[in-house]
């Protein structure tokens, strides 16, 4: 596996995220322990969790609980995996979400994820969403406090914008390790976000990079230039996506979500394929 870097941590190129094996249409946890362990078995060293990957109001944490009972039980070593997660977002288990970015939450949220997940510290703790009633500096406040209180190992933001890459940056002295952003083929208004963390050397992880859950499948149909190159190399729409992701910047690593062990295993396929200039110009294109 081909690795990159978050901060000074090293990953394998592709990571695997959590999220479609704790919410809706979630498999049993048996088949979500045998994708995590196919997963560490490939070279995987990135998880991507959070607090709120969970369906009902009494399993807060469900993703994060789950990772950490898999990366346990598997019977390799498990020294170098790198595990993030998320907080200030919210399910109350009726199927919404909310948001609430106050530091004393985020701090509690942190406390609470540390204890599910185990260790002396959170890998790489992000804030999930900026909470449109909290000013943004003060929910990173409370991340950079964590930070400083060693409860966390790695600062990170997602859905964020480049003013608050920025802001997030200087009230953290320099420490943002990463910006979790949505981009895919079909959602690539994260751009600028891709190039400002790529400037300043920061870790860019796509979330949905092939384009959700329930779109992923269809991805060679609806983008047919993916479709092409998959053909002409002998693999999947998917992999040729992953691929693509990591060819725009040395500091993108891709988290596709997964709930079966062959899923994973076709993804991280897109670490040893090099796409040419034509095909990259194709891709573009779609």
Known sequence: MKTRTIADVEVSAIGLGGMPMSIEGRPDEERSIATIHAALEVGVTLFDTADAYHLHANEVG????????????????????????????????????????????????????????GGEAIGLYQLHRPDPNVPYADSIGAIRDLLDAGTIRLAGISNANPEQIRLAQEILGGRLASVQNQFSPAFRSSEPELELADEMGIAFLPWSPLGGISAAAGLGERFAPFQRVAEDRGVTPQVVCLAWHLSKSPHVIPIPGASRPESIRNSVQAAELTLSAEELAALETA
């Open 62 to 117: 469900h993703n994060e609980s789950l990772i950490a009972k898999a990366i346990a039980s598997w019977g390799g070593d498990t020294s170098n995996v790198l595990v993030a997660t998320k907080g200030g977002h919210l399910r109350p288990g009726d199927g919404s979400w909310y948001v609430d970015g106050r530091p004393e939450y985020l701090k509690s949220a942190a406390e609470a994820s540390l204890k599910r997940l």
